[in-house]
């Protein structure tokens, strides 16, 4: 099982994703590749990332992953949508414990480009991406 | 950040006129504008509005009509800017409010794209005024006490819904006066009240819900169990009027904050594509959405909660579940439980069925469902609602 973050660990969530009917289905319309961005890193993450917020852009296309970009420093990178939160709250997102848009309203996972608005119409592509990365799991 | 929203005061228990005329001294208010529709400006109370605030120099902007489209803010911002206004009245539903807001955001922020309006960013409306008053005029929508906004905009010959939300966007103040819902007839009575419950139990139960939003949710089932039979026996009965009023707007704060559920999702395409009243769509379609949703645990310990809280507090019998009071309430009202108690046609309504569930997917009240469902369960649904 590859860690969380990492380049294997997009891949493979990609992989997930583009495996499940659902969300072919139910990200029809959604065009926009997604860059998510993690910060406050775990000590034994910190040593690995200087910059000490990696991340991956995720290029959805119409229910489909048309592939990732990984980045040892996501400052670096842009996307129409982006999405920053600590460490600790993207496990609690990929872990369920709390619900993707209302963490995104509650702005546990900053929203820092793109709208919500957008967001808001594919509440069962954004669950299934979480189911996705369960599949994938966590390390 | 995690915060609420509401109203900064709320008048609801004296007659508009004479809250208006206390405001004019206490906010010295010199210039307003008023933002209404063609047909409120012809009812009487709408003159005893006027006759409130002339000692201000006022203009009445009435040119809002339903599904208002986006340019309607700078329309309202023009005459804001005309008068020099320090105070925008909006009278009326919801799109009466939803003008008012563009207009009093355009005329502060010009150079704003009301689309481009996100919850998190900061709009610049904060201790400026011209400040809103909102004075609603049925009980049902909540979008006096709310922070969204929903304009039109016509885009490839389609009329597409632009949703906008911001904590700023909430009215200032809000005056609830129960001589004004008084005319409404006694569909639109039933329609509007079970649209404020629907507000309120799809609020608790949602997956974004939170103690404030849970308070008035409860407050406000309970208060259309209790009124609504009352009104519908008595229209006179002012009291308990005013009970239904101040539900629909504590409804309003509960669900602008916490968001709604499967009932408003499905009920928005289908009111649509089968011309009912909103409340009448999602009324009916709840307690076929509390037996879909109770399946989840979470959200059964919710409903039950409800339940438990109306037998206690309206001495109910005791019932398995939630839809079981649900229902009997409706028997109670008169209020059909199948859509071929309204006069739907059973042809016309398979012909939408499968649109109606493709929507209701994409519909972003879906977001805070406790339950996501499939297409196929929501045509199952939708199949046994008639
Ligand atoms: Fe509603």
Known sequence: MPKFPSKEWAEKFCEELNKSETYRNSARGWIWPILFKVKDLPKELKSQFSSGSPGFLVDLNNGTCRGVKWFDDSSKADAPFVLTATFDDWLNVIQGKINPVSAIVRRKLALEKGSVSSIMRYPVAALEMVRAAQRVGLK | ?386
């Open chain 2, 1 to 386: 950040m995690t915060e609420i929203s509401i109203p900064r005061r709320i008048f609801y228990d004296e007659p508009v006129e004479s809250v208006l005329q206390q405001l004019i001294n206490i906010l010295n208010i010199k210039k307003m504008v008023i933002v209404t529709d063609k047909v409120i400006r012809g009812m009487d109370f709408f003159r005893k509005i006027t006759d409130a605030v002339s000692s201000t120099s006022y203009q009445v902007f009435d040119d809002v009509e339903p599904e208002p489209p986006i340019d309607i803010g700078d329309k309202v911002a023009k005459v804001i800017k005309q008068v020099g206004a320090d105070v925008v009245i909006a009278v009326g539903g919801g799109s009466v409010i939803d003008s008012a807001k563009a207009g009093v955001v355009k005329s502060l922020r010009p150079d704003l794209d009301v689309e481009d309006i996100a919850p998190f960013n900061p709009i610049g409306m904060e201790f400026r005024r011209p400040i809103i008053i909102a004075i609603p005029t049925t009980s049902g929508t909540g979008s006096d006490a709310s922070y969204a906004m929903v304009l039109t905009k016509d885009e490839n010959k389609r009329k597409i819904k632009i949703d906008v939300a911001n904590s700023e966007l909430v009215p200032y103040i809000v005056i609830l006066d129960p001589k004004i819902p008084a005319g409404m007839p006694k569909t639109l009575t039933i329609g509007t009240a079970l649209d404020a419950m629907t507000h309120a139990i799809e609020s608790f139960v949602s997956t974004n819900s939170n103690p404030f939003t849970d308070a008035l949710s409860l407050k406000v089932v309970e208060g259309v169990l209790r009124y609504l039979p009352i009104v519908l026996k008595d229209p006179s009965n002012l009291e308990a009027r005013a009970n239904l009023h101040i539900a629909a707007t504590m409804a309003g704060m509960a669900f602008s904050n916490s968001g709604l559920g499967l009932a408003h999702a499905l009920g928005h395409p289908l009111g649509a594509m089968l011309g009912l009243h909103h409340g009448t769509a999602v009324g009916l379609l709840l307690p076929y959405v509390i037996d879909f949703n109770y399946n989840d645990s979470r959200a059964k310990e919710k409903y039950d909660y409800i339940k438990d809280f109306l037998e206690l507090t309206l001495k109910l019998e005791k019932k398995e579940k939630l839809s079981e009071h649900i229902r009997l309430f409706y028997s109670k009202i008169d209020f059909p439980q199948r859509l071929r108690g309204m006069e739907i046609e059973k042809n016309k309504f398979d012909k939408v069925k499968k649109f109606v569930a493709e929507e209701a997917l994409h519909d972003p009240t879906l977001a805070f469902n406790p339950r996501i469902p499939t297409p196929e369960e929501l045509e199952s649904l939708l199949e046994s609602i008639y």
